[in-house]
């Protein structure tokens, strides 16, 4: 059993911060890719920003300059430091991760999502 448990959703005001956290725990072997993904109202799920086992990053245009992603490997755990957040970024946000089961099977999972209301 896997399981990503997510923290950090909430109100912010724009121009405002907040950082979400997705804790990775289980039958784990190894980690290749994880990443965070959002789905706003009436909208389908898009990535915001993924990291590989090697600290390479990518991002969502709408992001680039705001939203920064990284990990501590050691801790099975992900981070998503969001900075100037617009009424537009409003969403739940998914995080996910692909690797390798313990059992040596082919692993992905996602989180149960936590909201973030960017609103005054």
């Known amino acids: 059993q896997v399981q990503l448990v997510e923290s950090g959703g909430g109100l912010v005001q724009p121009g405002g911060s907040l950082r979400l956290s997705c804790a990775a725990s289980?039958?784990?072997?190894?980690?290749?890719?994880m990443g965070w993904y959002r789905q706003a109202p009436g909208k389908q799920r898009e990535l915001v920003a993924t990291?590989?086992?090697?600290?390479?990053?990518n991002y969502a245009d709408s992001v680039k300059g705001r939203f920064t992603i990284s990990r501590d490997n050691a801790k099975n755990t992900m981070y998503l430091q969001m900075n100037t957040l617009k009424p537009e970024d409003t969403a739940v946000y998914y995080c996910?991760?692909?690797?390798?089961?313990?059992?040596?099977?082919?692993?992905?999972?996602w989180g149960q999502g936590t909201l973030v209301n960017v609103s005054s």
């Open positions: 289980g039958s784990i072997f190894s980690i290749n890719a």
């Open positions: 990291i590989l086992s090697g600290a390479i990053t």
């Open positions: 996910k991760i692909v690797g390798r089961h313990t059992t040596g099977g082919y692993l992905e999972v």
